[in-house]
């Protein structure tokens, strides 16, 4: 059975920085074709993708963030962190992370497991 | 574009088809991956590639795709599939977008 869950703080103040952690389990992060990915959602609005890291530890951030992110992958293999700098009131989202899988002579590539999510608001 | 376009919402009748698209020039090489969100809830990943359904997606639900177009359709919706669908690829550089999202409604 494969499981991922976000923790982290429920609250940050602006310009603090955020650590959120990926726990998974199910599988391990060191398979070929396999990543862990981190998605956000601000309340009402559509789901953005932020940062992926995948099993070779080739790291992919959003063009828009990458100056704030950082991805790293535990030697435990089954978590994931995320951090964000300079965290402002519009970081104010639920964030996921989820498994990617990559099968690229299919050129395809998927999120195929969710964690439940994890709010967190910024604000003084 | 580096981005995907989605309507921002679109209605169907109780038991009639409706298609989702998605616009975008990365899906010329790469494959999109479709997800159903319910309020409250986690995406869930119903279509990836061009047609495939994940384990337990009612079959229903069905992809294709056509030059830089990605659609997704659903063959007599039920007011189960009253969610919102999302549309998810990536570029030659890695990166990787969501569309803006479809509300679906069902009528």
């Known amino acids: 059975q494969i499981t991922l869950k976000e923790s982290g703080p429920t609250l940050v103040k602006p310009t603090q920085t955020l650590t959120l952690t990926c726990t998974f389990s199910?599988?391990?992060?060191?398979?070929?074709?396999?990543?862990v990915g981190w998605i956000r959602q601000p309340p009402g609005k559509a789901l953005e993708w932020l940062a992926l890291?995948?099993?070779?530890?080739?790291?992919r951030y959003s063009p828009s963030l990458k100056n704030r992110l950082s991805i790293t992958k535990e030697k435990s293999n089954d978590q994931v962190v995320l951090t964000m700098t300079n965290m402002d009131p519009v970081d104010t989202a639920t964030y996921y992370c989820?498994?990617?899988?990559?099968?690229?002579?299919?050129?395809?590539?998927?999120?195929?497991?969710w964690g439940q999510g994890t709010l967190v608001t910024v604000s003084s | 574009s580096s981005e995907l376009t989605q309507d921002p919402a679109v209605s169907v009748a109780l038991g009639q088809t409706v298609r989702i698209t998605c616009q975008g020039d990365r899906l010329r090489r790469y494959y999109a991956s479709w997800y159903q969100q319910k309020p409250g809830q986690a995406p869930i990943l119903v279509i990836l590639g061009k047609d495939r359904r994940p384990s337990g997606i009612a079959d229903r639900f069905s992809g294709s795709s056509s030059g830089d177009t990605a659609s997704l359709t659903i063959t007599g919706a039920q007011a189960e599939d009253e969610a919102d669908y999302y549309c998810n690829s990536r570029d030659s550089s890695g990166d990787h977008v969501f569309g803006g999202g479809t509300k679906l409604t069902v009528l």
């Open positions: 989820a498994r990617r899988v990559v099968v690229a002579a299919e050129s395809l590539s998927y999120f195929d497991y």
């Open positions: 199910g599988f391990s992060l060191s398979v070929s074709g396999l990543g």
């Open positions: 890291i995948y099993w070779d530890d080739d790291k």
